[in-house]
């Protein structure tokens, strides 16, 4: 099979599809990739390290998607490139597509076979392509909530873990699962005062046993929500429903109340946000102030660990790009119930229930498209 890196083009995104070493693996089965000039720099590889691994180099993204049969990124493709998607390519990167209507009608139109990494499953019932990203994000949120409350950025300028004599920020973390739990493990290393709020008993079962009474693992209830946001100092909003819109759970009556200079970071923003008042960033301009409260809104955390986050994110999605190109789409989909789990939409249909529910497509049962 033909595999295609173009360059990421989000803003200030430096992660790439492929490193070396994985492309490198590919060769090695006979497969050929092509990879864009510069695809790499980000992240300190060069173009010569691509070649050594056995890849081509091209000069545009244009050439790349031109003469690939399957197309590995890291972000959705932006518009420019929704456009050169064509009928049975194969794409195979993070989609979000539930709040974002404008990318769902292009792969629609496209007639291409698109697989999101974030609903990939295994027999856990895990999101295996999600989690390191996740990892990822869920200690940044603290480091970015930490940034946030600084007086030059318009927060309060608390610092998270106090100092002795004055008491430490109070953080709440909303959502239980693998951001969450790394968010509570980067604020109570800062020493910071940590709430988690979750509706899984099993969840809150897990912080318990990890942090102990470092972490107070409260189940999750509109009055708790209440209270535990309003009080707060910094709130990270780590909620997922996989491949759903992101409920909002914090409204902007909760920002109203809020301390004035707290700091909320809205881990859930790639699903929408989780925030009423959330709207997505970037990392060239992170921030911004509603009701005095900060609001951190990064669509691309990990892109800023750009070089830590593209090889967390390779390690997982190598041997999933292996069996797609070892076996075709059709064969890898039909023999691993947890692959056609990432199967979003193929040849114009929405194969993802929750995609469709959010945004008013028909479903389609992906077994009956591949059949």
């Known amino acids: 099979m033909i595999i295609g890196v173009p360059k990421e083009i989000k803003n200030h995104e430096y992660r790439v599809g492929m490193v070396p070493a994985s492309v490198n693996e590919l060769t ?19 173009d010569q390290d691509y070649i050594n691994a056995g890849a081509t180099i091209l000069a545009t993204a244009c050439e790349i998607f031109e003469q690939s049969e399957m197309i590995v ?17 194969i794409l195979f990167t993070y989609l979000h597509l539930a709040p974002d209507p404008a990318q769902t009608i292009d792969l629609v139109k496209s007639g291409a076979v698109c697989i999101a990494y974030e ?12 989690a390191p990203m996740s990892e990822v994000a869920g200690r940044m949120s ?28 109070k953080v709440t973390i909303i959502g239980g699962g693998m951001v969450g739990t790394n968010a509570a493990q980067m604020a109570v290393g800062l020493g910071a005062d940590v709430i988690v709020l979750d509706r899984s008993i099993d969840a809150l079962r897990r912080i318990n046993m990890q942090f102990g009474s470092r972490v107070k693992a409260i189940y999750s209830t509109a009055d708790a929500i209440d209270r535990h946001v309003i009080d707060a100092d910094l709130v990270i909003g780590g909620v997922l429903i996989p491949g759903a819109a992101a409920p909002k759970l914090v409204t902007h009556e909760h920002i109203s109340k809020m301390k004035p200079g707290s700091a909320i970071v809205d881990v859930a923003i790639d699903q929408g946000g989780c925030v009423e008042t959330s709207k997505a960033t970037t990392h ?8 005095d409260v900060v609001h951190y809104c990064v669509a691309n955390m990990p892109g800023a660990v750009a070089r830590t986050s593209t090889f967390a994110l390779n390690n997982v999605t190598l041997p999933y790009i292996i069996k797609i190109a070892d076996q075709g789409y059709r064969k890898a989909l039909m023999q691993d119930k947890h692959l056609l ?28 498209l591949l059949s």
């Open 28 to 46: 090695l089965r006979n497969h050929q990739v092509l990879i864009e000039t510069q695809a790499g720099m980000g992240i300190g590889f060069s």
């Open 73 to 89: 990124k890291v972000k959705e493709p932006q518009a420019i490139e929704r456009a050169m998607l064509r009928e049975d390519q």
């Open 119 to 130: 609903t990939v499953t295994d027999d856990r019932g895990g999101l295996p392509l999600l």
């Open 142 to 169: 603290i480091q970015a909530g930490a940034m946030a409350l600084e007086k030059s950025r318009g927060g309060s300028g608390m610092l998270l873990g106090g100092v002795p004599g004055v008491e430490p920020a």
């Open 284 to 291: 060239q301009d992170p921030t911004y102030i509603v009701d």
């Open 341 to 368: 789990n990432g199967l979003n939409v193929i040849h114009g249909k929405i194969t993802c229930k929750e995609v469709a529910e959010a945004l008013d497509f028909e479903f389609f049962e992906p077994t009956s």
